[in-house]
Structure formats: structure tokens, C-alpha cells
């Protein structure tokens, strides 16, 4: 059940680190943004968070809720030499009788990412960080903030045990409704052999419009923004 789930952080992956080389100019404002959700065709609430920490962290979070599951995604992260990198997670899920419960640490001083809980152990790492990795949480803000900035979307995702490039592409301008307004947004995709990951950005948003999932060409889930605050 949290598999498709799962798909939206690393995918959009659906949502404030930089791959390797770039810079971060914006500065980071924390936000709330609640989504209308569908999840294999079941109506859910879905919510993302951006919220300040002590000191120099910030806190990235994703929640999709209905009657079947209750997902939670999270993220610290800092900003360090105009990137800004993971420091722990959190993915936990409940799905029926199913429960999840993965904790992550990126250890920049050892340079090693580690992952404790309901997980295989060779998905524990360690693995070996190089700057400019994130999460998957992570990509999801640097998807929107790079394509606003024009720069490459690629990316290196360190997350449970692995290593995976992402790249995303362009395809065109769509009109999107977006708290009773039509927007024009840009469409990005990301493919693999098993999903299709489209991504709606709206300029000046912080997060995407809507994110839509595909697996053998039927949809598993659909998120449309429904507000955004500051």
C-alpha cells in the first residue's frame, strides 16, 4: 500500500536541496499547502509543510490521509554553503493491518547516510554522501525552485541504501485550477520503466500545482492543490 505512496517524495519526487554545482538564491519561507487527493481511486487529504526549526534547520513534511491509510514523511534539513542538505528523516505509514516506520540519518561529518527500522538490512547502508545529495522528500522544492531558476533538473537521491540519479523534463504549459483560478503552469515528467511522474509548477508557488502518478498506464495517484499559505 505505501509503495505508490512512497514514489510521490522520491519522484517529485511531489516537493530544498540542490544536486551537485548549484546554488540555492531563494530564500526559504515556510508555507502550509493542503491537496486534494485521490490514492488508487479513493478520495484522501494530503498536506505539505514547510516549518522552521531551532537554529539554522528547517523541518519538510508530507501527510496523505483516508480511510484505508495514514501516511508521514519528513525531513530536517540545513543549509550549508548554499546547498541545503538532509540531516534525518521519518517515513512512517499505516495501510490496514500494515505499519512502517523508517527513521534516516545523513552524517555529514563521517559523510555516511544510514536508515534503522522496518527495512531489509542490506537497505540499512551505509551509504557515502557527496555534496549536493538529498532525499526524497527533498527534491520535491528543488524541482520547483530549479526550474524557476532555468537549471538542469537532475539529481542524486541517497535514499535507503541506494543511490538513484533522477532527471526530469520539460513538456509543455498546461492551465491547472488553482483556488478557483485557472494558472498556467509548466508540465515535467519523469519516467521510468514501471511509473510516469507528471509535475504541475506554477510560477511563485512553492510547491507543485498538482502531482499526477502513473503505473502501466493507470493512475495511482492524483494531488491538486487546494491552498497555499505563508
Do not use: C
Amino acid at each position: 500500500m505505501t509503495g505508490p505512496i512512497r514514489s510521490i517524495a522520491a519522484g517529485v519526487a511531489l516537493l530544498l536541496a540542490l544536486s551537485a554545482g548549484n546554488a540555492f538564491a531563494a530564500a526559504l519561507v515556510p508555507f502550509t499547502a493542503d491537496y486534494q487527493a485521490s490514492y488508487m481511486g479513493m478520495q484522501a487529504d494530503g498536506r505539505m509543510t514547510l516549518a522552521r526549526e531551532a537554529g539554522d534547520r528547517w523541518k519538510y513534511s508530507l501527510s496523505i490521509r483516508n480511510q484505508l491509510a495514514d501516511i508521514n514523511q519528513s525531513t530536517v534539513f540545513e543549509e550549508h554553503q548554499g546547498r541545503l542538505r538532509p540531516l534525518s528523516g521519518n517515513d512512517r505509514a499505516t495501510a490496514l493491518v500494515k505499519k512502517r516506520n523508517v527513521d534516516a540519518s545523513y552524517d555529514w561529518k563521517s559523510g555516511q547516510a544510514t536508515w534503522t527500522g522496518d527495512l531489509k538490512p542490506e537497505r540499512r547502508g551505509p551509504v557515502q554522501l557527496q555534496p549536493g545529495d538529498m532525499d526524497a522528500l527533498l527534491v520535491n522544492l528543488a524541482v520547483v525552485r530549479d526550474l524557476a531558476d532555468g537549471k538542469p533538473l537532475n539529481y542524486r537521491l541517497v535514499d535507503e541504501g541506494r543511490v538513484r540519479p533522477l532527471k526530469w523534463e520539460v513538456v509543455g504549459k498546461e492551465q491547472v485550477m488553482v483556488g478557483g483560478s485557472l494558472k498556467e503552469a509548466t508540465k515535467v515528467v519523469r519516467r521510468t520503466e514501471k511509473r510516469e511522474m507528471y509535475v504541475w509548477i506554477v510560477p511563485d508557488m512553492p510547491v507543485p500545482a498538482r502531482i499526477l502518478q502513473k503505473e502501466g498506464g493507470r493512475e495511482t495517484i492524483d494531488l491538486v492543490v487546494r491552498s497555499v499559505s505563508r
